[in-house]
């Protein structure tokens, strides 16, 4: 069964403020991320509620960061969202990754992190129903 550390994590979505153009909150305009859980930033950004400043975490995380966590929107996410990558998914460091896990008091992944049961942040993929 395939695995993916960030379903264990969840430490990007309460570390960073999340914001992006308001377009991507415009189905007009092709955009996709619920507008309802994003509040203005400035006249033509705007972040996704609960990451603005202090204490972050996003709107949509769900469940316990370092624990079992993913995102409510998954398939809607914003643009910053799905430029993050996770340190090693595709063979590469990832800073951000490495800062948001660090600022939970989680290791840092690394490249076993994707195959070995035992590396940090190893969780097993669940399908639902």
């Known amino acids: 069964m395939p695995n993916h550390p ?3 994590c969840g430490a990007c979505c309460a570390h960073f403020r999340v914001a992006f153009h308001w377009a991507e909150t415009d189905p007009f305009l092709g955009g996709a991320t619920p507008a309802e859980l994003t509040e203005k930033l400035d006249p033509h950004r705007v972040v996704m509620r609960g990451t603005r400043n202090g204490a972050t975490r996003c709107v949509a995380l769900q469940g316990e960061v370092g624990v079992a966590a993913h995102c409510g929107i998954y398939a809607q996410r914003p643009s910053p969202c799905h430029a993050l990558q996770p340190a090693w998914e595709t063979g590469e460091p990832s800073p951000q990754c490495d800062r948001a896990r ?3 008091g989680l290791p840092p992944l690394t ?5 070995d049961p035992s590396s940090p942040g190893w969780t097993p993929l669940t399908r639902s129903a």
């Open 102 to 104: 660090l600022a939970h």
């Open 111 to 115: 490249p076993e992190s994707w195959n």
């Open 6 to 8: 960030c379903l264990s």
